[in-house]
């Protein structure tokens, strides 16, 4: 018997929904259905205790107090980095930043990259990022002079990859591309997509903040020299989230804010910066959010990235196969290689229409453009409805859902 | 099962979603004006037209949600013969009612069935988004408004 089917027999649903307190609870005297996971996933009583004991008994600022108390909470917050840096399998936890989140870890690089970009560059990215990962670009470009150049998808939402091949030239400087697409659920062919771009010596950063929770990733097997993610789609808190970046890539790179904790020595006439990481760490960071995300990533870790997207896997497939019933149902996003997501279009039905009608079933799913407008202009549409699973969801929540749609259908005649 | 929606969702609304009245470009338009409301998407074109001081004409068109559409759809309908003022009335009176405000619901008649709205924060500006637009086309604006 293979690893992935021993997870998935020893995989108990049911015990791990016992782990998620909110889960517990009727919307609109239903029992809640949360399906929007995409968008924020829940907290684990682990994630919610480790901040709760964290205030209780430890709490002080770090890398500053000789007491108790600043030590334990140093020690806290450094050892979340650890644990971060073995989740990435990065190479040292030097090479770990924490940021408020993917959208600040990509603007922190762009911002460094702005030095190093000139007139005639190319940045590329793909045509299905988040918009965190096309305006930071965009204002980069702006700034530099650099052209914004986008790989196309196909009609399923997949990158045509020889159409991105061919935008890579002695003009592109950088490349951003996400490892799954947060509006179409497509994961994409990263490994090739990074090793064909550094045949032109291009560095990569990855957006990984819809993978993270879904996809084992390994930055030095995938030899990116940026990784990005958000704790708060994978378990944890908003407001906390990390870059990974290679150490060579970190130590050239200017800072992204100036302030306490990035630095070593400051007079008036100037300022040495302090070592890496610790230099793009400017103020009293999120602690209590980083020790979260310690937690998460222990909590995640103990079940098993690949047990989790085995069943996550086979609810998508249940609920494609459901979905064919539905005559009005459309999927947006077929890829072939694609995660638990599943955005959707209504025949006459708008999405906002169906997000309202769904709520009032205890159904959460989200209902609009998903941060994704260049996405939802492709496929013609103004918005999508989305279903999103996560570990805690169940095959009886699929059914919920089919339901609940044929009720909202049946109620607009 | 749904029942308790048909507070926000009444019948009438269905039957302006699926045959919005006035939903058609008006090419002798005097004034024209976009709203967009970027949380969802919706967008909509509003044309007017005036003769003796009163609007003669209303019609739109874009594409939104059934609330959204149904609200262009019965604003496109009441305002056709209102003086300017009288329609720049009939907003506030509007406004009021969707953000749950004490209004005189005799003074709004058929736009009473939008009323349900108010008890759906996120949804308030799927409804507001023509009478906004209208607002602002009647002030003379042409840049595109929008609800953000």
Known sequence: MNQSVENLIAYDVEQIRQDFPILDQEIRGKKLVYLDNAATSQKPKSVIESIVHYYENDNANIHRGVHTLSERATLSYENARKTVQKFLNADSEKEIVFTRGATEAINLVANAFAEKISVGDEILITAMEHHSNIVPWQMLCKKTGAELKVAPINEQGELIFEEFEALISKKTKFAAISHMSNALGTINPIKQMIDLLHQSGIPVLVDGAQAIPHISVDVQALDCEFYVFSGHKLYAPTGIGALYGKMEQLEQMAPYQGGGDMISVVTFDKTVYNKVPYKFEAGTPNIAGTIGLGAAIDYVSNIGVDAIAAHENSLLDYAVEQSKRIDKFKIIGTAENKGAIMSFVLDGIHPHDIGTMMDHQGIAVRAGHHCAMPVMDFFGVPATARASFAMYNTHQEVDALMAGIENLIEMFG | ?148
């Open chain 2, 1 to 148: 099962m749904l029942d308790d929606l048909r507070d926000l969702y009444q019948e009438v609304i269905f039957d302006h979603n699926r045959n919005p009245r006035n939903f058609r470009k008006m090419d002798d338009a005097d004034r024209q004006i976009d709203g967009f409301n970027p949380l969802c998407g919706d967008r909509l074109t509003l044309f007017i037209k005036f003769s003796d001081g009163k609007i003669s004409d209303a019609s739109f068109q874009g594409q939104g949600c059934a609330i959204s559409t149904a609200s262009a759809s019965l604003m496109t309908e009441i305002v056709k013969g209102q003086t300017e003022e009288e329609a720049q009335h009939l907003f506030t009176l509007f406004h009021k009612m969707a953000t749950g405000e004490p209004v005189e619901m005799d003074e709004l008649g058929k736009l009473a069935v939008l009323a349900g709205v108010c008890e759906y924060p996120a949804r308030v500006k799927c409804a507001t988004l023509p009478w906004h637009t209208l607002d602002a086309l009647l002030q003379g604006s042409e840049e595109p408004v929008t609800t953000e």
